[in-house]
């Protein structure tokens, strides 16, 4: 009979997301640096008794060593202490950082190694919370604007990748030649970007400077962000399917995601 049974010991991990279980305990949703997502019962959190304070350290957005033990489909939380490394986030930078959880709740996989994504995922939220406080004036706002939407792109263009569903940015799909800057482009999803427009596929128009710009990750450009945008997000919906993420339409009138 084959043993099912997982233990692991004193793993970097983040929370995701929980939701409550019975009276006193919560089902997390972790991300594990080497074993990809992971479901866990956190008995005896909530209430007046809590161990340990535990429930402070199931909140999203700070490095965690957690131990987790049992059945494979839904693990036991057996101890969990704080690495003292939070992410420091508020405002536009927090709705940004949900949805970053949510993607991955949705397209990360279960008992894999997804280092890779965990380094991502740290950096990204790195930079997200050295962000400036809101502003008032114009021209602040909207460069602070451009600075949330850079690690949001880069996010969502490696997160692909590392999945393995990463973007064609350098070819034509049908010549093979090399993208150029000044042609207009048809990008069709699994294959890459064509110049002539597919009659029986879906695809996203995008200009070839954008795929230049996104290849070598320099998204300073405003159409270089605004096409980026489209083309990631018609990527990932190709791979979230049609469900829509809550967290872009909570926070898609606070910041254009």
């Known amino acids: 009979m084959i043993n099912n049974r997982i233990n692991l010991e004193n793993k970097s991990a983040v929370v995701l997301h929980y939701y409550n279980y019975r009276n006193s305990s919560l089902i997390v949703n972790f991300f594990v640096s080497d074993f990809g997502k992971i479901s866990a019962i956190a008995k005896g959190v909530k209430g007046k008794n809590t161990k340990k304070n535990q429930f402070a350290l199931l909140q ?19 101890n969990i202490e704080s690495t003292s490394i939070n992410w420091k986030l508020s405002g536009k930078s927090l709705y940004c950082a949900y949805y970053l959880n949510e993607l991955l709740l949705r ?44 690690p949001l792109r880069i996010f969502e263009l490696k997160l692909l990748e590392f999945l393995g569903y990463g973007l064609n940015l350098s070819h034509e799909i049908e010549t093979g030649l090399l993208i150029e800057a000044d042609r207009e482009y048809y990008y069709v999803n699994d294959a890459g970007p064509c110049n002539i427009k597919p009659l029986d596929s879906n695809y996203c128009p995008v200009s070839g400077c954008t795929l ?42 606070l910041y254009c995601l």
């Open 212 to 253: 230049i710009d996104l290849k070598n990750l320099q998204l300073r450009d405003r159409k270089t962000l605004h096409e980026s945008k489209q083309l990631l997000k018609w990527s990932l919906v190709a791979h979230l399917g049609d469900k829509p993420l809550k967290s872009r339409e909570m926070f898609k009138q």
């Open 107 to 150: 397209l990360l996989p279960s008992h894999s190694d997804c280092q890779q994504i965990f380094s991502l995922y740290d950096n990204i939220l790195t930079l997200l919370s050295r962000d400036a406080p809101e502003l008032s004036d114009t021209d602040s706002r909207q460069q602070q604007a451009i600075n949330y939407e850079i």
């Open 60 to 78: 999203p957005f700070q490095k965690l060593s957690v131990s987790l033990g049992g059945k494979q489909e839904l693990l036991i939380l057996k």
